[in-house]
């Protein structure tokens, strides 16, 4: 059984966004425009974060992008009362629309704040509609929503192996973002598997987790010389 | 014959007692109206939330919880003042609880249910709140929230109507309107010292189980907080800090009511001095309990130093929420402290005061805990200030008006004191309390024996 896994090389990003557009456009996440960003309720499934650090003119900018971590122990599946999220047998953390009440325990449960909820119903500009992605769901007001590692790629990619009567291969199933980085600073795999380069990567000592103290064994690693 | 007619040659208790029964003033009426429009214009309001979403809310992210999550806490904290305090006070046999124990235990029933459907007006989707029944997940806090308050509800209403039968047979047995009302309510109870026996049995198991389901409320409640990594929403302290400040809350809700019903009703002979002196009294120590518990949270959460907790407690302590802060500060701990610690500031007036900024400083204990953690995620974020919008306020507004309709209405149907319990304290109690004492006292050794 895979479990699927994500490493995020800071030392590669530059903060180009590519991957936020990417995963916009291909999970048919809502385009809030001005006013969501005015009223902070812009929908991410994934976030470039900028932090910035120190004092003029020792001051560093640093770009972490954020997806879901798909955390091993998620504190947003124990929270939820209706299992409308929850963690699939290959480790995927998944929420389903239909169920959610809403009541977005979950998103206060979460540490990192991954998860985001439809304030209003989504809209699209009327350019991008044509672009829509037929396979995901296109989410009601009211529910939250969140990265799922692009699920549904892992559907299409099984699916086909299984057509072409071979194993599923690494590079069969790569989510958006990682698709779309220009500078080839997300990797995604299976953390199980040795072969996988994510199994690899992990092992290097700039690997490191998001709040890693907290116990929530998140399976979304970043490497990085300076923390 | 009108009803009035009926209870002219009653004694003095059943009198005054059953007067708002059959009588209705103009300031009544006016009241009603008022306080209907406003519950009707955040009927309105809550319209508009269904039709257009929670997008009408000043919530946003990080900012998930807003006023309805705070009202909920605030509403099912206020529902402590009546069961809980009213059970303590029986079982202690606190003689002067007489005149109390009815007003308080429906502002609990009353108020449960205005708190109980505010994370319902808070819910995305509240067209699928069953799915909480159907689809309930054992783990979440949320349905173990579902389970105590559902049970609380039930218990505390049972303990309401209880100890009321007696005074529904009475009023059935004198015709009062509407007849068919009471006759039901009364179910056949016909006041004999057996029946009486019994009753008093009941109700003595019934304080006895609605303690504990109570401190379960407001602990569950806590741990919905509590059982999250926020900083300082995961305290161990939460569960017994929730409920001490519910009591607290409950006990200030009672005092207002009781200073409103007094004068409103001509209560005076029954609401006296040393019924405000006594829930003065209480209303310190649970002042100084408050204080404690916060004093030993912050210092916790400010000692240990770790980052992300700092980042809330500085917002509070000297940030964007400084002034909700120390206003509760200042209406939980220096008020109610500086009138009640003195005799001459404990009577009607100084402690319905001191209760009015008991209600207000808790009410900003929730926002306090609510918001600024909320918007001070782990991961540092754009956040934006939360501003309620008009809607959240309006159905604020609505729920607050609408618990005093109903409690309006209510002692318009029911004796707001215990009308039998007043007549066992006169016939019965004064003799047994006399006795009690002398129970406590050395017996008597005759000399030369």
Redesign the interface.
């Known amino acids: 059984m895979p479990r699927w896994g994500m490493v995020i090389d800071l030392d590669r990003c530059n903060g180009c966004q590519a991957c936020e557009i990417a995963c916009r456009v291909e999970n048919n996440v809502p385009v809030g425009g001005p006013q969501a960003a005015r009223e902070n309720r812009t929908i991410f499934w994934m976030q470039v974060v900028a932090t910035t650090h120190g004092d003029w003119p020792d001051v560093r900018t640093r770009f972490l992008p954020r997806p879901c971590m798909h955390c091993d122990r998620p504190p947003c599946t124990a929270v939820c009362p209706v299992r409308a999220t929850v963690i699939d047998a290959e480790g995927i953390v998944a929420q389903v629309y239909p169920r959610c009440i809403g009541c977005r325990y979950c998103a206060n449960a979460c540490p990192y704040t991954a998860k985001s909820f439809n304030w209003v119903r989504p809209s699209y500009p009327e350019s991008t509609q044509p672009m829509l992605n037929p396979d995901v769901s296109i989410r009601p007001a009211g529910v939250i929503e969140k990265c799922t590692f692009c699920h549904h790629r892992l559907q299409k990619a099984r699916d086909q192996a299984r057509a072409e009567e071979r194993p599923l291969r690494e590079e069969d199933y790569v989510p958006a973002c990682a698709d779309a980085c220009p500078t080839g600073a997300i990797t995604f795999g299976d953390l199980d598997n040795p072969e996988h380069r994510v199994a690899q990567q992990v092992q290097d000592p700039r690997a490191f987790r998001l709040l890693e103290e907290l116990g929530t064994h998140p399976k979304v690693y970043y490497l990085a010389e300076e923390r | 014959m009108s009803d009035e007619i009926k209870i002219a040659h009653l004694s003095q208790d059943e009198r005054v007692l059953l007067r708002p029964l059959v009588r209705t003033t103009r300031w009544f009426w006016i009241w009603f109206a008022l306080l209907s429009a406003v519950t009707a214009w955040g009927a309105f309001a809550y319209y508009l939330q269904l039709r ?4 009408v ?1 000043g ?7 807003g006023i309805y999550i705070i009202c909920f806490v605030f509403f099912i904290g206020i529902s402590h003042a009546g069961t809980l305090i009213s059970a303590i006070l029986r079982l202690s046999k606190a003689e002067w609880r007489r005149a109390i124990t009815r007003s308080a235990e429906f502002i609990t029933v009353l108020v449960i249910a205005f708190g109980a459907v505010q ?1 319902v007006l ?4 509240p067209d ?2 069953l ?2 029944i159907v ?3 054992p ?5 173990w929230d ?1 389970c105590s308050i559902g049970l609380y509800f039930t218990a505390s209403s049972i303990y309401l109507y209880v100890p009321m039968i007696p005074d529904l047979a009475r009023i059935r047995d004198l015709q009062i309107r509407p007849t068919w009302l009471y006759w039901f309510l009364a179910i056949g109870y016909h006041d004999t010292p057996r029946a009486r026996q019994t009753l008093q049995k009941i109700i003595a198991v019934l304080a006895v189980a609605v303690i504990p389901i109570a401190v379960s409320v407001h602990t569950v409640i806590a741990w ?1 907080f509590a ?4 900083p300082m929403w995961h305290s161990t302290i939460f569960g017994p800090y929730f409920v001490v400040g519910a009591i607290y809350s409950g006990i200030a809700a009672l005092i207002i009511a009781m200073a409103v019903l007094r004068r409103v009703y001509r209560l005076e002979a029954y609401f006296k001095n040393i019924h405000f002196n006594n829930m003065g009294l209480l209303l310190l120590v649970m002042s100084l309990l408050w204080t404690y518990f916060t004093f030993a949270e912050y210092l916790t959460a400010w000692y240990g130093g770790e980052e992300a907790e700092l980042a809330t407690l500085w917002s509070k302590l000297t940030g964007a929420y400084a002034f909700s802060f120390w206003l509760m500060v200042v209406s939980c701990f220096v008020v109610p402290l500086a009138l009640m610690s003195r005799q001459a500031t404990r009577g009607p007036g100084g402690t319905t005061i001191a209760s009015a900024f008991v209600v207000l400083g808790m009410w900003l204990e929730r926002f306090n805990i609510v918001v600024p953690t ?1 918007v001070h ?8 200030l939360y501003h309620p919008s008009w809607v959240e306020l309006s159905i604020m507004a609505a729920t607050f008006s609408g618990f005093i309709l109903v409690y309006m209405v209510a002692t318009k149907f029911f004796p707001i004191i215990s009308l039998w319990e007043i007549q066992e304290g006169r016939e019965e109690a004064v003799h047994e309390v006399a006795e009690r004492v002398a129970s406590y006292l050395p017996d008597k050794v005759e000399v030369g024996t």
């Open positions: 257009r979403g929670l997008g809310t919530l946003n992210t990080p900012e998930y919880w994370p808070d819910l995305g989707r699928r709140v799915y909480v689809n309930g997940q783990w979440s806090p949320l349905l579902v919905i059982l999250t990594l926020r909320s995620p782990r991961i540092e974020m754009a956040s934006a």
